[in-house]
């Protein structure tokens, strides 16, 4: 019997053609190879820039997405190196090199007066921006179901996590990510208590899909990320800020996470959803809405006033 191959030709063909169409940026180089990051780029107004969490990418974004560029506002979201449709490195999962791959991004586009929102470990990426490059093209930072200031526990930070949770974690995820993975998404929908009300099976097994998609290397490597302290960055930001967490966040507690960012920036605006788990960007998606739309009237509101600012000060 005879088989033709064309058909699967035309489709790697086809699929080929699309990846070297889609939108990236180059970030730096590994060897032979680029590292690249794909992104996407939609409407026109004040640029809302979309930082995803672990281990997820930008599409994550689904039900933010929307509803910003129907409110009229220019809106950014990027797979972090390593996931999504991003290049897969074997290095350069840290903070330092998460920033400068922000940064270029940022530059690339051109970006002014831009609201940055980190989604939890998406979070890290906005402080660490602010304390590296300053402020400069942003107008306005959000903290949602975010890491900072610092996880890990310390002497010198009581209300960490214990290192041995992220310990278990590396470890679970050495001997077997994707079955990790599996439990993971449980705790981050809270599915046992909005299983089938807030989230189906369908919308957390297409989280399973995409985290087990990206490179086993990053998802790894992230873990040891997160325990970075970002107290000296928070005390750098003095622009408008949200942060936005749920009292029932089995990932990253709220006690030890959003409660003492909005202690540790003055006048930010804290948002707490009552029962609300570490997805809420899904779960609780109508209330971060409005949250965010009502923060980016804030913002720009506050634009007139950072420019005067800015123009006296290049006098």
């Known amino acids: 019997m005879c088989i033709s191959i064309y058909p699967l030709v035309i489709v790697v063909e086809r699929t080929t053609r699309r990846l070297r169409t ?6 730096g180089k590994e060897n032979s190879g680029k590292i690249d990051l794909y992104y996407e780029d939609h409407g026109t107004g004040m640029p809302v820039v979309l930082i995803h969490g672990w281990p997820l990418s930008g599409a994550s974004w689904e039900k933010q997405v929307p509803v910003l560029l129907e409110a ?22 840290d903070y330092d090199t998460f920033a400068s ?26 402080a660490r921006y602010i ?22 526990k310390t002497d010198d930070n009581p209300e960490g996590v214990d290192g041995s949770v992220f310990d278990g974690m590396r470890r679970a995820i050495v001997e077997d990510r994707p079955g990790f993975l599996a439990r993971f998404f449980q705790d981050f929908y809270n ?31 992230c873990v040891s990320a997160w325990l ?38 003055g006048g930010s605006r804290l948002v707490v959803v009552k029962g609300g788990p570490h997805g809420l960007n ?10 965010l739309l009502d923060f980016l009237n804030i913002v720009s509101a506050a634009r007139p006033a950072r420019a005067k600012k800015a123009a006296k000060k290049r006098r």
């Not at 506002?73 to 996931?83: A, L």
């Not at 590296?132 to 093209?137: C, I, K, L, N, V």
């Not at 970075?228 to 966040?249: E, N, Q, W």
């Not at 899904?282 to 949250?291: C, F, G, I, K, S």
């Open 22 to 27: 889609m939108p990236y940026i180059t970030v």
């Open 72 to 93: 009229g506002y220019r809106v950014i979201t990027y797979d972090r190196r390593g996931f999504g449709w991003s290049a897969r490195p074997s290095s350069g999962y």
């Open 101 to 126: 791959d922000l940064d270029i991004l940022l530059c690339e586009l051109d970006l002014e007066e831009a609201t940055l929102v980190g989604f939890s470990m998406g979070g890290g990426e906005v």
């Open 131 to 152: 304390g590296t490059f300053g402020s400069q093209r942003v107008g306005g930072v959000a903290f949602i179901s975010a890491i900072p200031p610092f996880l890990l």
């Open 191 to 221: 599915v046992d208590k909005f299983g089938g009300t807030r989230i189906s099976d369908a919308a957390a097994q297409l989280s399973w899909k995409v985290g087990a998609g990206a490179s086993a290397a990053a998802t790894l490597a």
């Open 228 to 265: 970075t302290d970002f107290r000296d960055d928070l005390s750098l930001i003095k622009v408008p800020t949200l942060v936005f967490h749920g009292d029932a966040d089995r990932i990253v507690p709220f006690e030890a996470s959003g409660k003492r960012t909005h202690e540790l920036i």
């Open 282 to 291: 899904w779960t609780h998606a109508a209330e971060l809405n409005h949250a």
